[in-house]
């Protein structure tokens, strides 16, 4: 009987493990032509990591609205409020505190839901104008369009 009751909670936790790996998402993000173009003038690690952001935000919100789906996103632009490493390491003149400018990004693609639906994504955030611009962070605006992305995931708009 004692086997019995070790066996049987581990046998749940298993299962339980089973079906959350199951209805995990997949996000996949490839990069569009254009940015492709401009990767070398911004930093390819500091792309890399704006890609994992959007993953992660994305992903999180799959989670929460259709689990077990998947989405196929294409980067299109990707814009930095302040100059980036390797900006600064290519145009001296840069002032990684001072300079600022419009940043945000822009993403198509699409959402697959575990039962075989396709929705369309479109989204795209950009400061308005540069009086906009309040974040400190060389990424605000670009992490600003990427938690809008998964909120409106959320709500199901996509």
């Known amino acids: 009987m004692r086997k019995l009751a070790f066996f049987a909670p581990l046998a749940a936790a298993l299962a339980v493990a089973a079906m959350a790996q199951a209805q995990t998402p997949t996000v996949n993000v490839t990069v569009g032509p254009e940015l492709q173009r401009q990767i070398e003038k911004l930093g390819e690690r500091e792309v890399n990591e704006q890609i994992d952001e959007l993953k992660a935000e994305v992903g999180q919100a799959l989670e929460h609205r259709y689990p077990g789906a998947t989405a196929n996103l294409v980067l299109v632009d990707l814009k930095p409020n302040r100059p980036t ?51 400190y962070g060389v990424w605000h605006d670009a992490d600003r369009a990427f938690g809008r992305l998964g909120d409106q995931i959320e709500q199901g708009r996509f």
Do not use: M
């Open 85 to 135: 490493f390797e900006q600064i390491r290519q145009t001296p003149g840069l002032d990684p505190i001072r300079s600022v400018s419009i940043g945000g990004a822009a993403i198509k693609g699409e959402i697959v839901t575990a039962d075989g639906q396709s929705r369309p994504v479109d989204f795209s955030y950009f400061s308005p104008n540069i009086r906009d611009v309040w974040g």
